[in-house]
């Protein structure tokens, strides 16, 4: 079995990349000015991005253990 990231888009606005037991998740946010995607680990807020690729670089440092 691969130990790569398995990502799963489970709407248009919501994402979420697993990798062993960790778990993280994407959400587009609307917010006027300030949309963009918000990267949660659980319910800890990891960083907010105004691009999907920025969201899923950050997402990608997290579940390798690289939290940026």
Known sequence: MSNAPTWTKETPYSYAVEQGRCRVELQYEEDGFRSGWAVYAGENLIRRCAELIQARV???????GREP
Do not use: E
């Open 58 to 64: 950050v997402a990608m440092a997290v579940v390798a």
